[in-house]
């Protein structure tokens, strides 16, 4: 059995919930698997585990010092009943608290280490990292980006191994369509409205270049913190008719959009100072999939899931945002070159089935 301890699952939408959930279905094809999950939202939870047929989940509520506290009862539970292969934590924090019982008990541990969770905050962080990586039995990071990252905070770290998160081919290309704008040629941003995902940025360049295509349309798909500034510049701009603010998005509303996006646009930026970095950035690949390519920044893990020149564009400077952006929408073959090199790496490197024989070689290995 495979025990698999989280913070960020769905039904809440993310990356990282995204990245642990098909870990958890791609190890359910051969291993038992249950997911010891915070819960996010009564009613989208429940529906979302009722439709689950691959693995168990449990869910657990409340102030995070009682979750914790029910998880690890919830866990030595487990153990008393079961043969425990390994548990795998979606970050260094799931462990703190169980990690004393799993190492008494001699129960394999993998943390999975994804950029913002390792930004150091102060020396008193810096040493709880310490303490529980150092007691870890394997590490994975999403980027060698990461991985730098990581042995700043500790040379004595061992069995660290780069698996970058993968896209699931298994997944049906059901479309559930949403209102959007007519226009081409179409942008897309996929990711949480935050200041280093680089959507005001992107609202300028549209800005500059929408003379040269008056029906340029522009996709923001997500949630977050900078939807007011977001909905500011677009009034600013008189962007109206050519951004599309639509929220979040399920998986066949995703699909949809996909089928509709020329071009897609993350140019993050560092916020290191903020505590916040693009460790790797799932959504360029998930883009690839539909032969997408995508422009982005050179910072942090992105330059290692664009390829510069190859399944995207990667500018060193935000000036040259817009020059990226008409690059792409001009020379059409040259789009549909990085497209298709997207694509096909994505499908045959970046395959869950490829990803998950890594953790499943890992998993063994630590016994």
Known sequence: MIVILTQCFPSKVGGIETLVYNIAKFLSKNKKVIVLADAQNISNDKIFDINEKNFQIKRFRGLKFLRKRKKLKELVNIFSLNHIEAVISDSWKSLELPIIFLNKNKIPTISLIHGNEI????????KRIQNILELTNGIVTNSNFTTKLLNEISNKLQNIHVIYPGIDLTNKYTE????????????????????????SLILRSIYNLKNLYPKIQYIIAGEGYELDNIKKLIKK???????NLVGTINENQKNYIFSKTDIMVMPTSDEIHEKSIEGFGISY?????????????NVGGTPEAVLHKNTGLII????ELDDAIQKLIEDKNFRFELGENAKIRA?????????????NKLITNIQ
Do not use: C
């Open 119 to 126: 930004i150091i905050k102060n020396e008193k962080h810096k």
């Open 176 to 199: 559930e369509r949403v209102n959007l704008n007519k226009g081409t040629p179409t942008l897309l941003t996929l990711a949480r409205l935050e200041k280093r995902k680089g959507h």
């Open 237 to 243: 701009y008189s962007l109206e008719q050519n951004v």
């Open 285 to 297: 690949i998930e883009a690839a999939k539909f032969g997408i390519p995508s422009i982005a920044s």
């Open 316 to 319: 060193n400077e935000i000036s």
């Open 347 to 359: 499908e045959k490197e970046l395959n869950w089935e490829t990803q998950i024989n890594k953790y």
